[in-house]
């Protein structure tokens, strides 16, 4: 079974600095979907951003980026320019690409909790 | 475009009783996801509905159940309630099952049962 890994449970950066948020993840497949989601205190999860396994090329979002190791099955968010609207609860998530019933959820890390500090 | 929405926002039942907790989706999509969210734990599948049957389950027992309507909307009905059902219970809609391009959630409902 999948399991996805957040060794961080609190980090806390500067305004304006640069934050990076760990995930690793075990999985035997070789298709599948990474997501980081953030939930701020009105517990909407929002999606910050995507990656495909078969795509190379880091995804980025303006300010959020990942560095995406697949043989090491890691997959850290950075955020540039921290903002105090980043502060949140973040998650990292993993999606098979297999269409069968039970591969149709996301598999959740416990989150990193993020401040920032004015 | 309306988001998902879900009702109520918070709940409190009694052990034993049921509960019904109510999700619409984003226009456009056609799938629903409900996932339970116990504090400071990740969210946890419960099962995903599509084209009004469940096409998707996690580990939960059968006094989980679930409804989609021809909108796409979606029930979430627990039975039975016992204490460790207390969680925040998230509702997800996507343009398809796959879920590709990820999913939009709505902001909960906290449900205490005491």
């Given amino acids: ?118 | 475009e309306t988001g998902v929405t879900q009702s109520p926002t918070h709940l409190i039942k009694t052990r034993g009783q049921q509960v019904t907790l109510r999700c619409s989706s984003q226009s456009g999509h056609n799938t629903v996801s409900w996932y339970q969210q116990a504090l400071g734990q990740g969210p946890q599948f419960i099962f995903q509905y599509y084209r009004e049957e469940e096409n998707g389950r996690g580990n939960f027992p059968p006094r989980f159940s679930g409804l989609q309507f021809p909108n796409y909307s979606s029930e979430l009905n627990v039975n039975a309630l016992e204490l460790d059902d207390s969680a925040l219970y998230l509702c997800a809609s996507s343009f398809s099952p796959t879920a590709n391009y990820g999913y939009t959630f709505g902001s909960g409902t906290r449900l205490t049962v005491v």
């Fill in chain 1, 1 to 118: 079974a999948q399991t996805v890994t957040q060794s961080q449970p609190e980090m806390s950066v500067q305004e304006a600095e640069t934050v990076t948020l760990s995930c690793t993840y075990d999985t035997s497949e070789s298709d599948y979907y990474l997501f980081w989601y953030k939930q701020p205190p009105s517990r909407q999860m929002i999606l910050v951003i995507r990656q495909e396994a078969y795509k190379q090329q880091n995804a980025t979002e303006n300010r959020f980026s990942v560095n995406f190791q697949k043989a090491a099955k890691s997959f850290s968010l950075k955020i540039s320019d921290s903002q105090l609207g980043d502060a949140a609860m973040y998650f990292c998530a993993y999606r098979s690409a297999a269409d069968a019933g039970n591969n149709r959820k996301l598999i959740w890390g416990l989150g990193t909790s993020l401040a920032v500090n004015p």
